[in-house]
Structures are given as C-alpha cells and as structure tokens.
Nanobody, 123 residues
Framework: EVQLVESGGGLVQAGGSLRLSCAAS????????IGWFRRAPGKEREGVSG????????YYADSVMGRFIISSDNAKNTVWLQMNSLKPEDTAVYYC????????????????WGKGTLVTVSS
C-alpha cells in the first residue's frame, strides 16, 4: 500500500517562504502523479500543484502560479513544494496525494493521501 508522509508546514509571515516535502513509499509503478491539495477552514479541498513521474509535467492552480514551485526526485520518491510570497489566504492544511497516471484537480480521483501538514500565514 502506498504511504505518504508530509513535512515542512509551520507558521510564517506574509511574504515569507516554506518548503513542503512529501515522501512516498510502497509502490512499484513508474507512471504516477503526486499532487498537493489544501483545505482551508470552511472551504472545499482544492488542488494546488502536481507532478507526473514519467514526464515531469507539472501543474499549478492559478492562485499559486508564479509563487509555488513543485519538484521531485524519482529515485527518492520525494516531492517538494516550494512556496514563496505566501499570503494569508494560503493558510490551510496541505495534503499530498498519489494516483496512477496523470494529475487531476478532482481530489476524488486520487487513491492515497497523507495526513497533512498545517501551513499558517500571518498578516
């Protein structure tokens, strides 16, 4: 079974940066995607960014485009999300998720989830 462990959340002031990590294990397929989703209080879960292992293709929500950067090391099965120029509206629990194939914004289509890491951006 796929296991995902997120780390790197915390408290940061607006304009600051954080880097989240997602360590994945328990799979042998070579074509998969890892996505970052977030859930803010009172809001729906939303897709933030994703990366496909086979092609390196990356995806970003419009709200984070130009501020967040996703990267990966397939040999280590680890994905990072560098979050820059953070805003108070980025405050949320961030989850990484895994699915076979390509990224999709539809969180219902993802097979495995981490427990999440809290990011709080103060104004």
């Amino acid at each position: 079974e796929v296991q995902l462990v997120e780390s790197g959340g915390g408290l940061v002031q607006a304009g600051g940066s954080l880097r989240l990590s997602c360590a994945a294990s328990g799979f042998t397929v070579v074509d998969y995607a890892i996505g970052w989703f977030r859930r803010a209080p009172g809001k729906e879960r939303e897709g933030v960014s994703g990366i496909r292992s086979s092609s390196g293709s990356t995806y970003y929500a419009d709200s984070v485009m130009g501020r967040f950067i996703i990267s990966s090391d397939n040999a280590k099965n680890t994905v990072w999300l560098q979050m820059n120029s953070l805003k108070p509206e980025d405050t949320a629990v961030y989850y990484c998720a895994w699915r076979h194939g390509d990224y999709t914004n539809n969180w219902l289509s993802w097979d495995y989830w981490g427990k999440g890491t809290l990011v709080t951006v103060s104004s």
